[in-house]
């Protein structure tokens, strides 16, 4: 069910050309970054703080927020990692 109702959602976004750079400006390739889906899960955060949810839609909603959520958790740990590991060699 939960299933059905976010392919429902999803078929109620209205979609952009990502490819078609507006008038004037040059085309730059698309991108998502970590940032970008921390700023979804702010969104998600606001929305459900202002009731902008049905109750049958939370559980597509929470579901997505979570994995969001622990993919952006383990990009995180994964740069400091990395980071870590440049420190502990010198910057080599």
Same mark, same amino acid.
Do not use: C, I, W, Y
């Given at each position: 069910m939960a299933e059905e109702q976010t392919e429902k959602m999803a078929s109620e976004i209205p979609?952009?050309?990502?490819?078609? +750079?507006?008038? =004037?400006? !040059?085309?730059q390739p698309a991108s998502l970054g970590v940032e970008d889906l921390v700023n979804v899960l702010r969104i998600i955060n606001v929305a459900s703080?202002?009731? +902008?949810?049905? =109750?049958? !839609?939370?559980?597509?909603?929470g579901f997505i927020n979570d994995k969001i959520t622990r993919f952006v958790d383990?990009?995180?740990k994964a740069a400091q990692e990395a980071n870590d590991g440049e420190a502990a060699n010198g910057g080599e």
């Open positions: 979609t952009t050309n990502l490819e078609a +750079a507006p008038a =004037g400006q !040059e085309e703080e202002r009731g +902008a949810f049905k =109750g049958n !839609e939370l559980s597509s909603v383990a990009a995180q």
